[in-house]
């Protein structure tokens, strides 16, 4: 027999197994961003560089990894906004029948998309491209011009790669690519 108690526990522990990877649990705020688990700036600082021209011909297969990274994303984010409903639901009523196997189904989904997300993700960072925001989509590649290394900055939607920046400075700081770039050697 289903209660309103045994309701709540089950929602609860679907939620808490949710929230693992978002960040937070039991109403901790966290951010709805939720950006996946990423390695630290100085692991995803790459050795490789690119140049200009391998950067472009890479861009076609980053774009498709990068769009299922974005949509996964945001369905993960749909289906934590129903489990919250849900929860909200079943605290201000003192519980509620839920469909627990649709329930389940969901959480499965979320799961199979979060690993679609993280193996994106990681396909990206394997070639020595940092995504930066798949908000908006941001990958970074790094390149040496003139013996420094910058990074050749590329936004999901643009049509090309058009912008750079400094290893410091982040998207704000994006410049119009110039001849120095266009021109720079081989990669390492």
Same mark, same amino acid.
């Given at each position: 027999? !289903?209660?309103?108690?045994?309701? #709540? ?11 693992? #990877? ?7 705020? /966290? ?9 630290? /700036? ?18 076609? !297969? ?10 996964? /994303?945001? $369905?993960?984010?749909? !289906? +934590? ?36 997300? @993280? ?9 020595? !491209?940092?995504? @930066? ?6 990958? +970074? $590649? ?16 643009? @049509? ?10 982040? $998207?704000?700081?994006? @410049? ?13």
């Amino acid at each position: 027999m !289903v209660t309103r108690s045994n309701t #709540w526990q089950c929602f609860q522990t679907i939620r808490n197994r949710s929230a693992e #990877w978002s960040g937070g649990v039991n109403g901790e705020s /966290k951010d709805r961003r939720m950006t996946p688990p990423l390695p630290s /700036k100085i692991d995803v600082m790459s050795t490789r560089t690119f140049t200009l021209e391998e950067s472009r011909m890479l861009l076609p !297969v980053l774009e498709s990894l990068l769009r299922t990274a974005i949509e996964g /994303k945001k $369905f993960i984010e749909e !289906v +934590d906004a129903e489990l919250e409903a849900l929860g909200h639901r079943i605290f201000l009523n003192g519980g509620t029948f839920v469909n627990i196997p649709q329930l389940a189904r969901r959480k499965a989904e979320r799961e199979k998309t979060l690993q679609r997300v @993280k193996d994106a993700v990681a396909e990206i960072h394997a070639t020595g !491209v940092q995504v @930066k925001d798949l908000d908006i989509g941001l990958l +970074d $590649f790094p390149c040496e011009v003139e013996g420094e290394i910058i990074l050749l900055c590329w936004k999901f939607g643009e @049509k090309e790669i058009t912008h750079w920046h400094g290893t410091e400075e982040g $998207f704000a700081g994006r @410049k119009p690519i110039d001849e120095r770039i266009e021109r720079a050697g081989r990669s390492h």
